[in-house]
């Protein structure tokens, strides 16, 4: 279920093409880069600091992946855009989703609350008068939460621990850095009632020996 906020007259063309124009991009997360609507920001380029997300065939992959699949485990480096992606992956999903619970955590409430703002800057980058999005409280996203009211939705920020998430039911949860958490190994333990409850479990991190490794290579121990 998709709500809209806008002051289009009901049952007009103009209307039809912004019902048109959202239900693309609800329909699936890649729809978005693939219309070049999503944009990312790197502070290192002074130049050209917000670019739109690049429009890669690997990229599509790994989204479709994600969609298939409950558990997905990711490495990536620093230009690979694997946070940007997944980002935009989670809003996607508490943006166009009735009922959402979707848990961003990182080594860090700080880090959490960076990758909520990363979120928020996409949102804010939509071409509003062509895409009417679901409106988010407060025109804004707070510390470590993006609320959309109309859609009883939330993205949450939490840091890490295996118990932040015992207590609640999540649509999705996107764990960052997991390789580096002090106690990352014994976290996923937490993560399996999401992916019962038919959620979605998004493991991404620097490559790193250990716990994570195993994960990426399916090494059982």
């Known amino acids: 279920m998709t709500m809209i906020s806008t002051s289009t007259e009901p049952n007009s063309p103009e209307m039809d093409r912004l019902v048109r124009n ?3 991009i609800a329909s699936h997360p890649w729809a978005a880069i693939e219309d070049q609507l999503i944009y990312t920001l790197d502070s290192t380029n002074l130049r050209e ?10 990229l599509r992959e790994v ?22 992606l997944m980002s935009w992956n989670h809003l996607w999903l508490g ?9 961003v955590q990182s080594e860090t409430e700080i880090k ?47 840091a890490q621990g295996a118990n932040q998430l015992r207590q609640y039911t999540a649509t999705a949860v996107l764990a960052d850095e997991i390789a580096f958490w002090e106690k990352g190994a014994e976290s996923i333990g937490a993560f ?19 716990f994570f490794r195993d994960l990426c290579f399916d090494v059982q121990k």
């Not at 479709?64 to 694997?82: A, F, G, N, Y």
């Not at 943006?95 to 848990?103: D, I, K, L």
């Not at 399996?192 to 250990?210: D, M, N, W």
């Open 49 to 58: 600091p917000i670019r739109k997300m690049p429009n890669e065939p690997w």
């Open 192 to 210: 399996k009632p999401t992916i019962e409850g038919g959620g979605k479990v998004t493991l991404i991190s620097s490559f790193q020996a250990g």
């Open 95 to 103: 943006m166009f989703h009735e009922g959402a619970r979707v848990y």
């Open 112 to 158: 959490s609350n960076e990758l909520i703002q990363r979120m928020e800057f996409m949102y804010k980058h939509f071409p509003l008068n062509d895409y009417p999005l679901p409106k988010l409280r407060h025109n804004r996203a707070l510390w470590c939460l993006m609320d959309f009211p109309l859609l009883y939705s939330q993205i949450l920020g939490v």
């Open 22 to 24: 959202v239900a693309r």
């Open 63 to 84: 989204t479709e992946i994600w969609m298939r699949e409950p558990l997905t485990v990711w490495p990536k480096s620093r230009r690979m855009k694997m946070s940007w």
